[in-house]
DNA sequence: CGACTAATTGAGTTGGATCAAAAAGTGTGG
DNA sequence: CCACACTTTTTGATCCAACTCAATTAGTCG
């Protein structure tokens, strides 16, 4: 039952301190950690779903295709993250998630679930404030496609990104691994990979941001969250009231 | 405990068949009907968030406004909908909802929440459930908003509209009412309300869409699909394959 | 080093935005 | 029932952010 090797803990930890018997229950989710390769499809739309995935390690995304062939990313996850929570209502896959690193996922079936909602309060709400956090997060991309510039939105994304991957991992400073193409960037976005690289060089020459290769620096973050109209509260202000109702 | 009055427990049952304690517990949510004015404001971003409401009759939409001015609506509730589902694990409300019709909500705290995890695992279930589908709605419309033409975006927009209405009231036919001004339509698809206006005379000389004032009528519903690339999986196949398991 | 894949740059096009004005609805009080 | 004020929708003209197409220039890796 050590932390350091449980991210799902560390991950739900962030939202309440959990008994030992809450950890135990929490460890078997994480049972069973298979490796997968980069590039790898974990699942495809259509296929039966009755099963979440935690992702131990490495990073994956949800995506759709359009008719005309275009993709749409929905989601990035990122370690900690649990994946297809959405479809837990579903008996089919609604969207494609895919490996961006080699990556190590446990999978869960979904009627443990109801073990969790059996046997412990706080992981109930828990689960639900996660799901509440991944509408916010949705919600957040939502707005930003719909009304953003190019510009605002590539400028919001790595603001959210930061953020997230702060969270987890404090001192990360000014810097991120962004292991994404443009292209991939461009799918999340909903602009044109051509229209990402000439983002990328404004906001380059505007000082912003700056990048080499995967690696992004942000020299002043809080310049560029006002660029992205970025604000953090959808991704900090997690379920601490409930707690007291709880205990 | 007359099911045709309460309109969460017509919706819950949509998902499984309940057992009367368990629409006791329901009706308790549904306490304290409260009266709200059409175009009145029913909480607004900042607003400490620990009930969630019911919408017993009306709609009501919720939505965002940017640096700029722009507004992008969210999510559109329909009679038997909750709404601030989302902010369960938030302190604040992340985001204002405005009254569509005169209309009647019911309040209940968020710890209520609580009796609803502690005494039925059904219940606890379906409103899991209905975040999924909550989820799986935003992320159909993400899709459709970074992705799709304004008239394909319309297309998929009234769609879904017909869709929702219908399953809570099989043998509305072809017709819909749609009490949204055609600014507040520009507001959900991310277009311009005089594009708006263009795009609806668009599918009219189509054959597609015929409108009178708020009455919108589809004369071949699975034309209208097509053109939208509108599929229902994501609002028909709930949580039905869970039952089993609790039972 | 050669063969791919990913990113950049340039030129031309376009879907939807904006601005402005006219037309159609809706509502209110006399 | 009409006149006046207000809101919503329509139509026309112009503009622009982002797209597409195409060619070049890095990177990456066996």
Redesign the pocket.
């Known amino acids: 039952m050590n932390e350091e090797i449980s991210c799902i803990i560390r991950h739900f930890s962030h939202y309440c301190s959990l008994s030992s018997g809450e950890k135990q229950l929490l460890m078997t989710l994480e049972d069973s950690p298979t490796d997968i390769k980069s590039g790898t499809l974990l699942w495809e739309m259509g296929d039966p779903a009755n099963e979440f995935c935690t992702l131990k390690s490495g990073w994956a995304y949800s995506y759709r295709h359009l008719e005309d062939g275009d993709r749409q990313i929905l989601e990035v996850f990122l370690p900690g993250d649990i994946i297809g929570l959405r479809e837990f209502a579903f008996s089919q896959r609604l969207e494609n998630v895919r490996m961006i690193d080699d990556s190590v996922v446990c999978h869960f079936p979904h009627k443990s679930m109801l073990d969790v909602f059996r046997q412990s309060l706080t992981l109930t709400s828990v689960m639900f404030a996660i799901g509440s956090r991944q509408q916010a997060l949705l919600t957040e991309r939502l707005v930003t496609l719909a009304r953003l ?3 605002k939105k590539m400028a919001h994304f790595l603001c959210e990104m930061h953020m997230r991957l702060r969270q987890t991992n404090p001192g990360i400073g000014n810097q991120l691994r962004l292991p994404l ?3 991939q960037l461009a799918d999340i976005l ?6 990402v ?2 983002t ?2 404004a906001l380059s020459e505007d000082g912003l941001v700056f990048r080499d ?1 995967h690696r992004v620096t942000i020299p002043d973050l809080s310049a560029l969250c006002a660029e992205g109209e970025f604000n953090d509260y959808y991704l900090s202000d997690n379920v601490r009231p409930l707690l007291g109702e709880i205990a």
Chains 1, 2 share one sequence.
């Open positions: 510039s190019a510009r193409s443009q292209e909903g602009l044109s990979p051509v229209h690289s000439r990328f060089t290769r």
